[in-house]
């Protein structure tokens, strides 16, 4: 009993489908939100499903399974959307690459595996904002675990007080485990003992994440593990009902009917290439959109959804009127803060500079999945929150509440700069601060009316003051973490750009000269309440003034999580898969309407 993969349009022996999930719908299908909705619905074997999605397979390519190669999956890969921003003004005026996965498992099968939840106060304010209880942080809390299982530390470390098992899942799909012991974790727990400002969180994934504590990955055993291999895989061995088309490109969804004036989208036009021949299939109840935060908005945007007067100017015949189709996106800005080292042990320094020692670790990986390349970016993360009665917050706090943070501190062992060049020599200890509750808003708008242009992504990073003003405190905070007691003979200096930055004018400028992305987009296609005037889908994710056709992916979030967005996708995937399935109280109804 198993579902079909198939690499090519013709080679499809099905079109009748309930479902068309054109990527990311997760549990059983591709993407991080597509994948969990495939492989959930797959569970009905009285439906059928088929998950289009516009790269290859996530089989047999190294990087993609082995952690500590993940930075090499991007930029300018065959496994990458290849994107890039405009010039960003609040950076100088700097292009930067904007990577997504372009693969089955979609950005899960490139990231940094990274494992966040984010905040009570995330989730219950997007309860608040959409006016739907059910996406309150208790209400959620069992979609949370149904997605993970809490795995031991690779290396076998007891991680007794590293991560309280209560609040994980014990049978869900996707591995969630602790990372190897390194000599530094010593020196960073060392720190939260000696000042108050830092203390330790024993599992940021509680909801209470203010704190800093060990990082935990979606990794299983020294392995990657994604929406492909958590949920898609799995479902297609499993259950006969679903069916993958890789290497298929969706060009748009298609009005197929209306029903008293409500057009009905339940088409969907693809092509493997932008010369090739063009197929359409119909979903017999809805297309689920789950193509990420930059090809969801276009999608809509080419499918005639979005601000009506900017379609007709650019050609798109206008059937929707949705003005915030590609508004309000948001990310998190970082900077990478790097501090020389007196370190006299092997790092991933060593292996990022000497081949002989990267290709035995390989070798060990490949024999007993141990060693540094289980490693990914992080050892620790923390999340802190500026005080209260700071004056940068005299237009008020963008955060979700108190326990949600201002500002994230990424930890590595070694140098982890994207935009600065590696020394020769030396060993680093790098303190990544990231912007986890921006108030600066962006967009995603098309290019061209060609499905094949990438579209234009702006994230317009630090464009609201305070945002400039918390990444400047985040890192004078840095400092100070370095300063603590039991860092004096480890800590030997700063990085030449980051010494240079003393004043907080100098240390505003160095961050805009330095930021870069954590590669979390997310608002585009923003849920609100069922009767706002605003938001572009409905708190059950339907499309507002469509039947039909949803939306499950990161572009939904109204308001960008205080985390790294993975976590969060997974969980609104589960619950809206669970929506879905059981076309529960919401007017879901809508959809089977007869055409
Ligand atoms: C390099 C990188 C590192 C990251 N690191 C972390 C991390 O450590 N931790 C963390 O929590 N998050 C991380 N993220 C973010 C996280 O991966 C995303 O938030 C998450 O994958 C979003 O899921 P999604 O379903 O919205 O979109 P995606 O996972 O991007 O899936 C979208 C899918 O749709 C497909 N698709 C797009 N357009 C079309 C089309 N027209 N036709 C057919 N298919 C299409 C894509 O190929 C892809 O498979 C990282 C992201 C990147 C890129």
């Known amino acids: 009993v198993n579902g079909a993969l198939y690499t090519h349009p013709t080679h499809l022996t099905s079109k009748s489908y309930d479902y068309i999930i054109c990527l990311t719908f997760s549990r059983r299908s591709a993407g991080v939100g597509g994948g969990v909705v495939a492989h959930r619905l797959s569970e009905n074997p009285d439906i059928r499903i088929l998950l289009i999605e516009a790269g290859p397979s996530n089989e047999g390519i190294l990087p993609v399974q082995v952690p500590l190669l993940c930075t090499s999956l991007n930029p300018d890969t065959a496994y990458d959307w290849n994107y890039t921003t405009t010039p960003q003004t609040g950076l100088n005026g700097t292009v930067l690459d904007y990577p997504r996965g372009r693969l089955l498992g979609g950005s899960s099968s490139i990231n940094y595996m990274l494992w966040t939840r984010g905040s009570r106060d995330d989730y219950d304010r997007l309860a608040r904002v959409s006016g739907d209880a059910g996406w309150a942080w208790d209400a959620l809390v069992p979609f949370m675990k149904s997605v993970e299982t809490l795995a031991p530390a ?34 960073v727990i060392g720190a939260t003992q000696q000042l108050e400002e ?11 994440p203010i704190g800093m504590g060990y990082g935990q990955s979606s990794i299983r055993n020294g392995t990657r593990d994604s929406s492909a291999t958590a949920y898609i ?35 969907v036009q693809f092509a493997t290439s932008a010369n090739a021949t063009v197929f359409t299939l119909n979903a017999a109840r809805e297309v689920i ?19 009506s007067a ?14 915030d189709v590609g508004q309000h996106m948001q990310d998190h800005p970082l900077v990478a803060n790097i501090f020389n080292t007196s370190s006299q042990d092997i790092t991933t320094d060593d292996i990022q500079r000497n081949s002989t020692l990267a290709a035995e670790e390989l070798t060990q990986w490949q024999t007993s999945r141990k060693g540094f390349m289980t490693m990914t970016i992080a050892t620790q993360i923390g999340w802190f929150r500026v005080r209260d009665n700071s004056s940068i917050f005299a237009r008020g706090d963008p955060s979700a509440g108190p326990t949600s943070p201002h500002y994230e501190m990424i930890i590595s062992d070694g140098f982890a700069a994207s935009r600065e060049t590696f020394p020769n020599t030396g060993r680093f200890f790098t303190v990544v601060t990231a912007l986890v509750s921006p108030a600066s808003r962006g967009s995603v708008t098309l290019a061209s009316t060609n499905p094949f242009d990438n579209p234009i992504v702006d994230p317009n990073f630090f464009s609201a003051p305070v945002d400039i003003a918390i990444m400047r405190e985040a890192i004078k905070a840095s400092r100070r973490l370095v300063s603590a007691p039991v860092f004096a003979d480890y800590i030997t200096g700063e990085f030449p750009l980051l010494a240079a930055a003393q004043t907080d004018a100098e240390i505003e ?20 309440a069922f009767n706002a005037s605003n938001g572009v889908v409905n708190p059950d ?32 995937a589960e619950r809206a898969a669970s929506i879905i399935a059981s076309h529960g109280s919401v007017p879901f109804t809508e959809s089977f309407l007869p055409v």
């Open 233 to 267: 895989q799995p479902a297609l061995a499993r259950h006969k009902n679903l069916d993958v088309l890789l290497n298929s490109h969706v060009l748009r969804v298609l009005k197929t009917g209306s029903v008293n004036g409500v057009p009905v989208f339940r088409g």
């Open 509 to 528: 400028a160095y961050a805009r000269s330095y930021a870069t992305t954590v590669l979390h987009p997310v608002g585009t296609a923003a849920m609100s």
């Open 310 to 323: 900017r379609l007709k100017e650019t050609g798109i015949r206008a059937i929707v009127d949705l003005p």
């Open 154 to 187: 690779v290396d076998g470390h007891n991680i007794s007080g590293e991560v309280d098992p209560s609040v994980h899942g014990t049978s869900g799909p996707l591995t969630v485990s602790m990372s190897m012991s390194v000599p530094t974790d010593r020196l």
């Open 541 to 572: 994710l339907t499309v507002k003034g469509t039947i039909g056709l949803r939306v499950v992916d990161s572009s939904i979030f109204p308001f960008i999580p205080a985390a790294h967005t993975q976590a969060p996708t997974y969980i609104i």
């Open 198 to 208: 830092f203390p330790f969180v024993e599992d940021m994934n509680s909801g209470s």
């Open 289 to 307: 959109l789950s193509a990420g935060a930059i090809a969801t908005p276009q999608l809509l945007l080419l499918s005639g959804i979005g601000n």
